[in-house]
């Protein structure tokens, strides 16, 4: 009897934990979040290590994440990036958009797209529009 109890004891404790990861979608909201938390930080690095490695190179000539941080840094300086926010995430299968509005002072807010993709088990930035 003792062995019963402990078994339904185990198994509803692995039952509990299943439930507990994240669903893709989730994933993908909190890669765009991290996202745009680092834009409106200004960090520049963790800004680049959401990038894909196609992206960067794209970008900033390299797929080395310290390079890439300078170069946006460099692009970025003297101007007034604007507070960033997400608007809307959209997922399908591994790839998904993201609409985020960038409110400037003195200006209303302008939408920028992010096309995501999951590579390797994380999702990566892999277009800016």
Do not use: H
Request: charged share 30%.
């Amino acid at each position: 009897m003792r062995r019963l109890l402990i078994l339904v004891v185990c198994a509803a404790a692995l039952a509990a934990t299943a439930g507990c990861g994240k669903t893709n979608e989730q994933e993908a909201q909190d890669a765009v979040a991290s996202y745009v938390d680092a834009q409106n930080d200004g960090d520049f690095e963790q800004v680049c290590e959401l990038f894909s490695e196609e992206l960067r190179q794209q970008l900033a000539g390299t797929t080395d994440t310290e390079q890439c941080s300078r170069f946006l840094e460099e692009q970025t300086s003297g101007d007034t990036r604007g507070e960033q926010s997400v608007v809307e995430v959209r997922v399908r299968d591994d790839k998904a958009t993201a609409d985020i509005d960038v409110a400037r002072e003195g200006e209303g807010p302008s939408r920028v797209t992010l096309t995501l993709e999951r590579q390797d088990g994380d999702w990566r930035v892999t277009g800016l529009q």
